[in-house]
């Protein structure tokens, strides 16, 4: 039975990617006030080609390769001398970007919305390893060691962001 | 259940992102009405800690077409359990029983009041009877109490309700 007189609880874009996050053991999420609007902040990073490259220093290019709706393809690149290609299928929609690495060793998340004036951002990225469910939980605890690298990745990222915002 | 929602479980059992992200947004309203009813004002922040439950033990769920019931468990559970820790203190007697006075015509503020007068483990019984239509014999052995437990605590609740909302 639907009654829309109870009342409802909502998790929102960023609530997600906190419980997302939850799901892998490796997973680092950090989120920052970003003192713009949400047009503003979203309108940068939504932009994948444009500002993925910008914020992030570890990639020389990306390219959306196929876009079919809110499903994307994008490649991208590695900055440096081995310029390593990384598959990514993109979720991208109003207050949310979910990026899955091929053959989905890596997912990296942004989620915002308005609070106030300003932007909730959430970053996520974390090792994602796939098998069956024994075999991931026996990993836990390697997947678990590898938080340490995107911790320090994550914050850079959100630092990218804000300077290119002139936040 | 929907066969692709089943397909969309194993796949995140198995370790896929985007599939993940599929069933939490397929859980998410269901999970929202359950914990909005019995958390109340709590409401958000038991959704995000019941949704992080489900996707960490997700791997544990053995038959995927098994979500629905499975993920009602832990929604309960979680909200009764930040509703208990939160600020909804029930409001005393006399107040439940001025609460009985809810016209047909009840507004979602009066539905509110009515809920926030009992304590959430009576909320919970009130849910899984009338939002989720499940029998009494159910809802103690999802509760973990006895079925008189559960007759006496609908009794309480329904005192709070009129006809068409009990019956």
Known sequence: MTDDRWPTAALGEVGRMRVLAAAFPGAFLEERLV??????VWGYLSDLE?????????????????????????????????PLATTFDVDLRPGWCW????????????????????????????????????????????????????????????????????? | MEPDVAEAVSR????????????????????????????LSDGDDAMQEAMMAIVRNLGSLREPRALWSWARRIAVREAVRVARRGRDIPLDQPMLAASATVPDGATAVEVRHVLASMPPAQRAV?????????????????LGVAVGTVKSRLHRATRAFRARWSA
């Open chain 1, 99 to 167: 990026m899955v690495a091929r053959p989905a060793f890596y997912v990296v998340g942004f989620a915002a919305e308005p609070e106030g004036d300003q932007t909730r951002l959430a970053h996520m990225e974390a090792l994602s390893v796939p098998g069956p469910p024994g075999l991931r939980a026996a990993l836990g605890p390697l997947l678990r060691m590898s938080r340490f690298g995107v911790a320090r990745h994550v914050p850079r990222d959100l630092d990218g962001i804000g300077r290119a915002l002139g936040a």
């Open chain 2, 12 to 39: 995140a059992q198995r370790g896929d992102p985007m599939a993940l992200d599929g069933v939490v947004r397929t859980l998410a309203p269901y999970v929202g009405r359950i914990c909005g009813a019995i958390a």
């Open chain 1, 50 to 82: 444009r500002s993925i490259p910008d914020f992030d220093r570890t990639v020389g290019g990306l390219r959306i390769v196929r876009r079919d709706g809110e499903r994307l393809e994008a490649r991208a690149r590695a900055a440096g001398p081995v």
């Open chain 2, 126 to 142: 009130l849910v899984l009877r009338h939002l989720e239509g499940m029998s009494e014999e159910e809802t103690a052995a999802m």
């Open chain 1, 35 to 40: 003192p713009r609007s949400f047009e503003t």
